[in-house]
């Protein structure tokens, strides 16, 4: 099982905290400097790490310097295509995209845009850049698999932004919050002061599984990062890094849903329809028939993904669907743990899909496209090589 991390941020979340927490967990520089160098950006930066106490409790502060004289103007769009391009690590490209992803759809409908059109100071500039791949790169360094961070305060008062005034929590922080159903901390009793950023917060509603208490665990290591202002109470963010002693339980999930009522394609249109929407990332597609005004019978095409992927499945409802609208609405799911193990079988390899119920007990199932294939092959029927496949695996513990 991989590392569990769990953050505790009594004071608040930013990207220079998580990231100086990481470092004082003993991430070496260079994890940070080389994705950021592939992304094009070695030279136009300088850490500025300097180990501080807070209220009496020592930690690590994090600066990040810009060094560009003139930053270019950027888009998100922009922006998502160095980060595609670049010769990334899959999974930290993935990662470092879901995070700008859903800090542009928050910033975004804030300004009510575009995600495309969000400016890059509107998305991060420099070291909102560099915090986010430097998070993403440590996390990955240490093995993290499961994230889970306690409900953040977001402050209160007014900050000055580039946008002039603006009170604490700022837009950004609402909207993500909100689109992603995240608990915010009480923040009475705080003197006036914005304590969670819209970048700190992404990464969270990106990469953790949850908000909420930790489970049972072994700690093996602490690293604490410093905030830069001075509070009543010690301004530090505690990074644990930790082996889980239990199954993790049923995460709940924020998802969104679309909809179409379609009742002027033919069903070969309406498959295609599906199959695009599936490739454009939904998690599920399914299509119920209704019967809809005047009498005509109709097909109700549902799609459930990921709030970051609300506007890729929109463009594939506009280009590929004959509705004129499509519904759309976020939901909570829970979800039961689940992960794909692949194994060389007697009849061939084969990929199950194991999930962990609540008692701890365990289900596998053969993947569908793994079972037609050797069926095919093997010609034999497919509940009799699924059996056969459920059987060897069981053997095989």
Not at 267 to 273: K, M, S, V, Y
Not at 337 to 342: C, D, L, N, Y
Request: proline share 8%.
């Amino acid at each position: 099982m991989g590392a569990l991390a769990v953050v505790d941020c009594p004071t608040g979340l930013a990207g220079n905290m998580l990231l100086a927490a990481l470092f004082d967990c003993g991430l070496p520089e260079d994890a940070v400097h080389e994705p950021l160098a592939a992304l094009g950006l070695g030279g136009l930066y300088r850490l500025q790490l300097e180990e501080r106490r807070s209220v009496g409790l020592r930690g690590l502060h994090l600066e990040v310097e810009p060094l560009e004289q003139q930053p270019p103007h950027r888009h998100w769009a922009s922006l998502r295509e160095q980060i595609q391009t670049a010769p990334l690590d899959p999974v930290l490209r993935s990662d470092v995209l879901k995070v700008f992803g859903v800090l542009a759809e928050a910033e975004a409908a804030v300004h009510g845009s575009a995600p495309e059109q969000v400016h890059f100071h509107e998305v991060g500039a420099l070291d909102a850049l560099v915090d986010v791949v430097g998070v993403c790169a440590g996390l990955r360094h240490f093995g993290v698999e499961r994230l889970i961070c306690s409900p953040p305060p977001a402050g209160h008062g007014q900050v000055t932004t580039a946008h002039g005034l603006l009170p604490v929590p700022v837009p950004a922080v609402l909207e993500l919050a909100i689109r992603h159903g995240v608990p915010m901390a009480s923040s009475a009793g705080f003197p006036p002061a914005e304590l969670t950023t819209p970048t700190g917060l992404a990464l969270m509603v990106a990469l953790a599984e949850g908000f909420g208490a930790a489970p049972a665990l072994t700690p093996s290591r602490l690293g604490i990062g410093l905030g830069t202002r001075e509070l009543d109470r010690p301004n530090q963010l505690r990074l644990l890094l930790a082996e889980t002693e239990v199954a993790p339980g049923p995460a709940l999930q924020t998802v969104v849903q679309q909809q179409a009522q379609i009742d002027d394609a033919t069903p070969e249109d309406l498959a295609f329809l599906q199959e695009a929407l599936r490739e454009a990332g939904a998690l599920e597609v399914f299509a119920q028939p209704v019967l809809m005004k005047k009498g005509r019978a109709g097909s109700l095409i549902t799609a459930l993904a990921w709030p970051e992927q609300a506007e890729a499945l929109r463009a594939i409802w506009w280009r590929f669907g004959s509705s004129l609208g499509v519904r759309e609405e976020l939901q909570q799911r829970w979800a039961l743990p689940r992960q794909i193990e692949e194994h060389q079988t007697p009849w061939g390899p084969v990929r199950f899909k194991t999930s962990t119920r609540p008692d701890g007990s365990v289900r596998r199932k053969p993947e569908f496209e793994d079972l037609v294939r050797l069926a095919e092959e093997r010609q034999l029927p497919l509940d009799q090589l699924r059996q056969a496949l459920l059987q060897w695996r069981e053997e095989q513990r």
